[in-house]
């Protein structure tokens, strides 16, 4: 027996697009919207005494699934969603330190992006576990949000090959000491002089801003929806394909100071560095769990300051990130106790 709140999502790393894999890590998720989305090709032709479509006219022309995950941020395990996502990343142990380990996670260049194998285990009510395997599952975006009040929040879509029902249930097991990262762990640098991140060092340098109180960032790898190719049936042939990389945000931000409305009428060129340190320390190390985001060129698309009904007036700052082409357009570290990706 189970409740409704028994719900599980396992995530396995694939060594070919759409062989199923245990899990690996298990997912203390917010929601989910993973789902079967078949295509289908109606019949057209017409003939006499036939005013409805005809059920044998009627079949499957594409078989794939999709949807999201929602998380919070945790200290532990989050490395294989950002791995997931961005598609090249490494773990370095951090000298001197015993026990605390750096991830850097950058965006893979090269066809394919991996593909994981996600299973829900979703109870029936009042009856037993079932668990339904998401094969091929490829992770096209993913977006981090902080806002006054909340835990720093994750979001991630998927498309996968297909769903499969025959797989068994894996029961989940979860990390142990996880903590969350919520806002007031975060600080915020927006322009001056940034060195990104190394195998073992985060990011430093950048002009610290103290009037944020709302941030985001998405990445969309704007994978490819094509693959369904003669000889491969209803099933994709391949992985999906790296399209065209987006980075986009918005900040909201109190007008205190002209910095963030004068860099948007010029058209700056700013970095921007969002570290959120959780107070904890990793092991027996000095070394505080860390998410750091460090976009080194981003250009405001807005915003300009109007009033705001006699209440304190912000500006809501979008922005998109761009290639310097010296660096890479984006990097996130992620400091933990995890041991590998």
Known sequence: MSTQQDLSIGLGKETVYGTSVPAQTFLEFTNEKL???????????????????????????????????????????????LAAAFGLSTSTAIPNQTG????????????????????????????????????????GSIKISAKKGDAVQ???????????????????????????????????????????PTATALASGGTTVATITEWDIEVKRNLDDNGWNLGSGTGRARPAALGLTEITGSMKA???????????LANTPLSMVLTF??????????????????????????????????DVIELDCKYVGLHDEVNEPIYVAYRTSDTAI
């Open 100 to 139: 605390a380990y750096q991830q850097v996670h950058i965006l893979d260049k090269d066809d394919w992006h991996p593909s994981y194998t996600i299973q829900k285990g979703i109870p029936l009510l009042g009856g037993a576990i079932q668990a339904s395997t998401f094969i091929g599952a490829q992770c």
């Open 35 to 81: 789902t079967y989305a078949p295509s289908f090709y109606q019949g057209k032709g017409l003939r006499p005494r036939s005013q409805v479509a005809r059920g044998s006219r009627r079949g499957i022309t594409q078989v794939k699934a999709e949807g999201s995950i929602e998380l919070e941020a945790t200290t532990k395990g989050l490395g294989t969603l």
């Open 154 to 196: 994750v979001e991630t879509e998927w498309v996968a090959k297909d769903v499969r029902n025959d797989v068994a249930y894996a029961s989940p097991s979860y990390a142990v000491g996880a903590d969350i990262f919520t806002f007031v762990h975060g600080a915020i640098t927006v322009g001056g002089t940034i060195t990104p």
């Open 277 to 310: 340190t959780h107070p904890s320390r990793i092991g027996a190390s000095t070394i505080n769990p860390t998410l750091q985001v460090v976009v080194p060129q981003i250009r405001l698309e807005g915003d300009f300051p109007t009033s705001n009904g006699g």
């Open 254 to 264: 109190e007008y205190s100071d002209n910095i963030l409305r004068d860099a948007y």
